[in-house]
């Protein structure tokens, strides 16, 4: 026998999109046939060892769904360890969604793998467009020991291993290995002389001089939605039998990565989020492609992960039903939009029409069940007071709140007052008041029917002053009616200029001017607007050669109005732009740009509200909104990823040579973001805190906060980008046209801008929290049943009476709510909380309503017993497990 100098574990595969070009029933179809087809093969070929599909449960639901006959014959497949399947539901772009959303497809993936007989072991990366900075963190959590991912790394970060220690910021890690030719190199593997000689060779050449510790080579062997290759086994003796220079095995990452990591050393350690562009196109730029789906995506995580399931879990200590099955609903919808094209929305129109749609149809599920609880609720409290002109605020943090609070509240009268139950009144001011005409109802009499006027009532948007709510609860108001009191905003004195305690907004001289009271320090000209040409994609953006960014012009108009505790400013900025490409690159300009933007400033808060209005009339361009900092020439910039902040440089070292290393992109410094972005030098931070908005970039020449409000392109793929030289990305043989892409509609984009003393990491999530709200309101009434879409139905009432006023339990330390929601298998709660500071810190659970707390992880499957306080690693977090009291 040969003596073989290496070992190339080849691994059969099929990396499998759910949706792209193709909408999401094509690639059902042919799951259905593929594995069909994959089953008899496997089970005619007892040589042919292993098949990956992907490392995603999806493929389970959705072929059952058709085969249901088949899952006795698939899972025993599964269980062999033949067909590997988990731990992902599907392959999440790690970077544009919520790191709940990744746990939780993790969640799904490994359970639904598990019941099938296995989940693999790895943390399977083949194709996503970057990597978040704790996946080795959350991995860990699963019980996962590795994984195996493409995109992301520079060369020199390798240090002469494709195999390295890949860990997050919290210390947690994985052994890692980078595929450092994709997931395809051995997809057309052969025994033919040519093939080998002028490709697969070359490759393991390569591979082997990447491999310094070990002769262990792993050749990735499938590609996009492939068939079964039959020929695997009997290909791979005839390798054995031609290639003296190699062993050839057919095998999987499993068991490549326990052999290599049992027999290699491997001292390389790479930490933070990987998004580099050396070898693979990351598409830095595809996070302000089709922000339709990102502003969408943003609201139904937020009303899932932040209204709906800590609501739920609350209302299920007090005798309600949890939504389980509504939520497992959701959650898979989620999942298919948060596929790496899906939510990237480098799709065609079709599919990224159906994503719009299920994000529409995740949003009305969840305003259901919340209308739902809401209700029942109320009633609960309102029998045990015997009082119907009442609302019910719930806040749903770990902490106590006081503060405004803004409600819907419908009224007989254009006059009413509002008390809390101890009888004071609440201060409040009137945001907006609509008559509307209470129309007919129809009244049967023995007559037959008849139409009867109903009277007609008031809509009042109310925002209401120094609200005290309780933690993790509910609190109750009373609403007086009194056609007395008129509502009557205070006039603001200075119709040019709106303030608080913290800020002053002015315009002078065409210009809008920040004045920062807390540190005497004003910010001139703070906020402009900037256009440039996009000769891009879906994927990526892309400047036109000799084209100039277009600035807002001086301010058009402005308009002032305020309250007793809050003030608003509706300024308007004009840009003449070009209408499309061919306009620009000739240098014309007979398109419109209006951008109607409100600023908001509220009694107490130390933050800015600001939406913008835009009505996009014009194609083939980018806007982005340009935010003074007041820190000069900044080196880094920091942006919120999963449990922490990380940071940026300004300045990419790598763009200097980008092209001369043939660099598969440009490695622009225009980075993603979770929640808030923002720069400091120590003595002052600035900051913003955003809502579907993804993108930014810190301008180190000016200071300036760069936000990407949105991208407008009107084909999927492009050849030879200026950031991207070469093919077209994606399917790159066809022209396929995008004209929805083109985002000729009406947006609004929101966000709020921090500028603060020092650099306080707590004070900066501290407002995240306050200004995502996490509190929603239900007021017993019968004059709308339109406001909440289940109004107008009958629906059961589980719980009689409700206390006017409950806390489910209170956090003490600074830790922040990562989720509150149903633990996976049984019927405790799961807490979450999460430490971004640079220190450890310290947790208590107060409550009167928990029998005990366990702590567990992620994967909710080990428990030990917490006796008082717990201690959370700096940039980490802790899962609990409340277990609640009977008749609570």
């Not at 073989?4 to 094509?26: C, G």
């Not at 310094?212 to 939605?225: F, H, R, Y």
């Not at 609860?473 to 305690?501: L, Q, S």
Request: aromatic content about 10%; charged content about 30%.
């Amino acid at each position: 026998m040969k003596q073989k100098q290496k070992k190339v574990y080849v691994v059969p595969h099929s990396h499998w999109d759910r949706e792209w070009y193709f909408t999401i029933e094509d690639s059902n179809l042919l799951l259905v046939e593929n594995m069909d087809r994959l089953m008899e093969v496997m089970e005619k070929d007892p040589e042919y060892t292993g098949y990956v599909f992907d490392a995603q449960s999806s493929i389970i639901d959705e072929y059952l769904k058709i085969r249901p006959e088949e899952k006795e014959r698939l899972s025993r497949l599964i269980a062999d360890k033949r067909i590997f399947v988990g731990p992902w539901y599907t392959q999440a772009d790690s970077l544009l969604v919520n790191r709940e959303s990744l746990i939780r497809n993790l969640m799904y993936g490994t359970r639904i793998a598990e019941k099938m007989g296995h989940s693999l072991n790895v943390g399977y990366l083949p194709d996503i467009f970057g990597q978040n900075t704790y996946l080795p963190s959350m991995f860990k959590e699963f019980d996962i020991d590795y994984s195996v991912l493409q995109r992301g790394i520079y060369t020199d970060q390798l240090n002469g291993d494709l195999n390295f220690t890949w860990q997050s910021p919290d210390g947690e890690s994985v052994k890692a290995n980078n595929i450092y030719f994709g997931y395809g190199p051995g997809k057309f593997l052969s025994d033919d002389l040519q093939y080998m000689e002028e490709r697969l060779l070359p490759i393991l050449g390569k591979i082997a001089d990447l491999n310094a510790n070990t002769d262990n080579l792993l050749l990735p062997s499938g590609g996009d939605q492939v068939l079964v290759r039959e020929h695997f086994p009997e290909t791979v003796k005839k390798l054995n039998e031609i290639d003296d220079k190699h062993e050839y095995v057919l095998s999987d990452y499993e068991t490549f990565m326990k052999d290599t990591w049992d027999e290699g050393d491997f001292k390389n350690v790479l930490q933070g989020e990987l998004i580099a562009t050396q070898k693979s196109r990351i598409h830095n730029t595809i996070r302000s492609q089709r922000y339709d789906i990102k502003k969408l995506n943003d609201m139904a995580e937020e009303k899932v992960i932040y209204e709906l399931e800590p609501l739920a879990s609350l209302a299920s200590t007090l005798g309600f039903k949890y939504p389980q099955r509504w939520l497992d609903e959701m959650w898979k919808m989620l999942f298919d939009v948060h596929a790496h094209d899906s939510i990237g929305g480098c799709n065609s129109d079709d599919t990224n029409q159906e994503i719009v749609n299920r994000l529409a149809k995740v949003i009305r599920i969840a305003d259901g069940c919340l209308n739902l609880l809401k209700k029942q609720i109320t009633e609960a409290v309102s029998r045990k007071l015997g009082q119907d002109s009442i609302f019910v605020m719930f806040h749903l943090l770990p902490k106590a709140f006081q503060g405004s609070q803004k409600v819907v509240l419908f009224t007989k009268e254009k006059g009413f007052g509002v008390r809390d139950l101890n009888g004071n009144p609440v201060l409040f001011d009137v945001l907006n008041q609509e008559y509307i005409s209470g129309g007919k109802t129809i009244v049967v009499t023995a007559d037959g029917e008849k139409e009867v006027e109903a009277p007609g009532y008031y809509r009042n948007e109310v925002l209401l002053q120094n609200v005290k709510l309780p933690s993790m609860g509910y609190e109750t108001f009373e609403v007086v009616e009194d056609e007395e009191t008129e509502h009557v905003a205070p006039k603001v004195e200075d119709n040019r200029a709106i303030e608080n305690e913290n800020f002053r907004i002015y315009e002078e001289d065409g210009k809008l001017h920040v004045t920062v009271k807390t540190l005497n320090k004003t910010i001139s000209d703070f906020v402009k607007f900037e256009n440039v040409a996009d000769a891009g994609d879906s994927y990526d953006f892309s400047p036109l050669a000799g084209d100039s960014p277009i600035y807002s012009r001086e301010i058009e108009s402005v308009y002032v109005e305020g309250g007793n505790a809050v003030e608003f400013m509706e300024v308007v900025h004009l840009l003449q732009v070009s209408k499309d490409l061919e306009e620009r690159k000739v240098g014309d300009a007979t398109g419109n740009l209006a951008v109607v933007t409100r600023f908001e400033l509220r009694e107490g808060e130390n933050f800015i509200r600001v939406i913008h209005d835009i009505e996009n009339e014009v194609k083939d361009h980018r806007v982005r909104v340009l935010l003074h900092t007041s820190v000069e020439a900044p080196d880094v910039s920091f942006g919120d990823q999963g449990f922490s902040l990380i940071q940026r440089p300004t300045v990419n070292p790598y763009m200097e040579n980008w092209e001369k290393e043939k660099f598969a992109e440009a490695p622009v410094p225009i980075y993603p973001l979770e929640n808030l972005a923002g720069v400091t030098n120590g003595e002052l931070t600035s900051a913003v805190i955003t809502k579907g908005i993804k993108e930014y970039e810190l301008i180190k020449e000016t200071g300036q906060l760069a936000l990407t409000l949105f991208r407008s392109v009107g084909l999927l793929g492009r050849d030879n980008l200026a950031w991207r030289p070469g093919r077209a990305s994606g399917i790159n043989n066809k022209v396929v046209y995008t004209p929805d892409a083109q985002m000729q509609t009406k947006m609004s984009f929101e966000y709020a801008i921090m500028v603060t003393e020092g650099h306080d990491v707590k004070q900066l999530f501290n407002t995240v929290d306050e200004y995502r709200g996490h509190s929603v309101s239900y007021q017993k009434q019968g004059l709308n049943t339109f406001e909440e879409r289940l109004d107008r139905f009958e629906i059961p009432y589980p719980v009689d009476i409700l206390p006017a006023r409950f806390s489910l339990f209170e956090s003490e330390g600074d830790l922040f709510l990562s989720t509150m929601k149903k633990a996976h298998d049984d019927e405790s709660i799961i807490l979450r909380l999460f430490n971004p500071s640079e220190v450890a810190q310290t947790v208590v659970i107060s409550s009167e309503h928990i029998q005990s707390v366990l702590q567990t992880k992620l994967n909710e499957k080990s428990v030990i017993d917490v006796k008082d306080e717990v201690t959370v690693t700096a940039k980490g977090y802790v899962t609990l497990k409340l277990r609640m009291k009977e008749n609570v």
